[in-house]
């Protein structure tokens, strides 16, 4: 069984920046993709970023465009997602994903992020 242990998110004024980080607990292999999502109150989860682990790349859902930066430490099972200029449709807990061997699916605990002034 994989965990993953998110950390950083927290409440932030808007225009603010946030990093998140999620490592997955174990010694794991076969990782295929890293990624983020967000689910905001009375809303479904949504995309915000992927990366793939073998090549980096990246795909990004279009209201965080130029915005989020997702990135990852292959050597330390670790993926991060740089959030910049934040607004208050931002706000939502943030769930890491990880794809192994293309079947396997685990999801972080989630992270609450807050945009508020």
């Known amino acids: 069984q994989v965990q993953l242990v998110e950390s950083g998110g927290g409440l932030v004024r808007p225009g603010g920046s946030l990093r998140l980080s999620c490592a997955a607990s174990?010694?794991?292999?076969?990782?295929?993709?890293m990624g983020w999502y967000r689910q905001a109150p009375g809303k479904q989860r949504e995309l915000v970023a992927t990366?793939?682990?073998?090549?980096?790349?990246?795909n990004y859902a279009d209201s965080v465009k130029g915005r989020f930066t997702i990135s990852r430490d292959n050597a330390k099972n670790t993926v991060y997602l740089q959030m910049i200029n934040l607004k208050p449709e931002d706000t939502a807990v943030y769930y890491c994903k990880v794809v192994i061997l293309n079947i396997l699916t685990y999801w972080g605990q989630g992270t609450q992020v807050t945009v508020s002034s």
């Open positions: 174990d010694r794991v292999s076969g990782i295929n993709s």
């Open positions: 990366i793939t682990n073998r090549d980096g790349i990246t």
